[in-house]
């Protein structure tokens, strides 16, 4: 009777390799149909870059804080008074991001400042001279303008009471007080010339150190919650918020003038006109020009200002925000909509293949949950160095392609698999051919399950897509990142509350998608 | 009486165990034959192998002289009717695309396709009106029926039915019992009839046999096996189940 039994285990098992070998048989009749439309697709995808190149706007990028989205923003003006298209990215993210960008070409020209240019990225921090840095920078086909005008150094700030309280005036006073909580920017925490090196030369005691966004950590210094952070030292907000900037008794911080740094292939109409901002910007205008970004929540606004002190008319229409909303929404859209695209038609036939239970089934399993685990964040800057990537929407698309793969592709295999053995055989010995069999048979009864993996992807799209504006791609995350820049929740929710519209819209468009698309006989 | 599907010395082992030892079977033209025996005996196997699902380990089977290949296989299913125990019809797909869904496939054209339908209704006394119902709509036994019709549809040479009332109650059982030997009659059709209810064998069986652990103890008609068996196994089956019947 055992035997018996155990001969039944058998049957099922090796009838399953049966129908692997059938499986082989059915993929290569799939890839063979489908093969003319993949050809299409990816012969669309170069076309979609081409037309992106060809148009070759100049790109001027801008790190994350108010003041670099401003000398963006003017020097977006200043170019645009020659002829050919300027496009400004604001915000794309830190030094390394940017830089990466300019480096490799995909934007021409951004804002920057001396001491980080020898510390962070030269990482030569004894090239302090203009010649040395400009001739380092040379090697990488980058140029660099005079100084704007003024030092931005870093500078640690705590509310004027407390520095008054504690009799703190410089930096070296911080040694007495054991006790008060650091809160400090990310890049300041990893930065060669930031925190680590300035706790060893001040031998600095303090435990309490964290890591803290630049905008939040004001409101967080404010309210107590933290009681030193480091600033920019024309960062309006330290006048605006009653704080003291301690003096830099040793003189650890080297000078950060302000600069652009341009490509040098940039045509010599468009270099000169850049350096026609080298020494405008004197450190009391600066920290106006600041002061107006954040009161005025509009950069624009602020660079408008710069061009009236020059005398000249800098007014520009604001756009108005029903513009703006419809511009993010339909850039987040097309962020989203474009990659879930390619998650659908790349996820499906993964999941076709992976709902074999071989190797490359658990392979490709695998690999689509280890890119879920990788935080979004980091999958951005994974992907910015990678030459055809970089700052670019098609960075977005691609990572949220990724991040869209894995409930597609687990959803269609685990679907397939469902298919109980009596209908699969039943399907064979009608005689069906493996792509008719795939195509009216085993993709209808897994409908459901698809769909559903689908859904999943498009919410998650929704959701992840508002990074992309770190990255200066757009979309909704605009507003929320500039909103979190400026401490400004109206702007945050300018852009989360149509984010979480967006989401719900697209729940509810699945539902009724269900409606249409899973066959009739599954729904009874 | 010719001879449709002939298994030469085939054998099926699934790692150690052997599901069906070196077996000789040949199914004649227009006869029912019925594979009788205790679960895990190798009647299914045996099926199984005609329709190509699986391939033998040893040995050939022919069907009408052709050996089976699995180059050759996929026409051959074509020439084939197969209906399982749970009637495998496809949940997404109306009765009605359940029975044309192979005849479209190869080409029928709709009126051929709807004469035939009609006539398949009439012969499984299934109602028109309950074509365009699901699966999920439909009683056990009208699934039956509409299986039978889908195994029909291209006038198959060979029926296969995988205890085919298995799962039915036995008031439905008994009147697709009655329809199903009627049709078979009708169609002069070939079967080959899986049971391991040992009346249903008498019932439709012209030639019954009767297989245990992967062999075939007996083969004959129900006579020869209740007066001459050809080994205690035969008796003991044919016994258990009359004690059954009786009580």
Known sequence: MNRIRKARNEETAESGNQEARKMDLRIRFFLVSWFPHFLLIFSCIPVFLIHSVSAAPIVIGSKKFTESYVLGEIATRVLQSAPGEVEFRPGMGGTIIVWQALKSGEIQVYPEYTGTISEEILKEPAARSLDSIRERLHTFGVGMTDPLGFNNSWALVMRRNEAERLDIHCVSDLRKHAHLKLGLTHEFLDRQDGWPRLRERYALPQQDVRGIDHALGYAALANGEIDVKDAYSTDAKIAENNLVVLTDDQNFFPRYDAVFLYRVSLDEKKTALLKTLEGTINEALMTRLNAEAEQTKNYAKAASLYFESRGGSGMIQAEPIFHKLIRWTLRHLQLAGFSLLLSVMFGIPLGIIASRRGVIGQAILGFASIVQTIPSLALLALLVPIPFFGISVRTAIAALFLYGLLPIVRNTASGLQDISRSLRESAIALGLNPAVRLWEIYLPMASRSILSGIKTSAVINIGTATLAALIGAGGLGEPILSGLNLNDNVTILQGAIPAAVLALVVQWFFDLLDRVLIPKGLRL | ?247
Do not use: W
Not at chain 2, 67 to 96: C, D, S
Not at chain 2, 109 to 125: A, G, I, K, V, W
């Open chain 2, 1 to 247: 009486m010719s001879t449709l599907v002939r298994l030469v010395d085939v054998s099926k082992c699934y790692g150690d165990a052997a599901a069906l030892q070196p077996t000789n079977l040949s199914i004649e033209r227009g006869k029912s034959t019925v594979l009788i025996g205790p679960s895990g005996c190798g009647k299914s196997t045996l099926l199984r192998l005609i329709i190509g699902l699986i391939e033998p380990d040893s040995g050939s089977v022919r069907f009408d002289g052709e050996l089976i290949t699995p180059e050759n296989i996929a026409a051959l299913r074509r020439r084939i009717g197969y209906v399982i125990q749970e009637g495998g019809l496809f949940p997404h797909l109306t009765a009605r695309a359940n029975v044309l869904l192979m005849a479209r496939h190869v080409g029928k054209s709709q009126n051929e396709m709807q004469t035939r339908l009609l006539e398949l209704c009439d012969l499984t006394r299934f109602s028109e009106n309950l074509l365009l119902r699901y699966p999920v709509e439909l009683s056990g036994g009208q699934r039956q029926r509409v299986s039978l019709m889908r195994a029909l549809m291209l006038s198959p040479e060979l029926l296969l039915l995988d205890e085919p009332l298995g799962a039915l109650d036995p008031l439905v059982r008994a009147s697709l019992q009655k329809d199903l030997k009627k049709i078979f009659a009708r169609l002069g059709q070939t079967v080959l009839f899986v049971t391991h209810d040992l009346a249903e064998a008498i019932y439709f069986g012209d030639e019954i046999v009767l297989m245990n652990e992967g062999r075939i103890v007996q083969k004959g008609s129900v006579i020869d096996l209740r007066e001459k068996p050809a080994h205690p196994f035969v008796s003991e089956f044919i016994n258990a189940q009359r004690g059954i019947a009786s009580v």
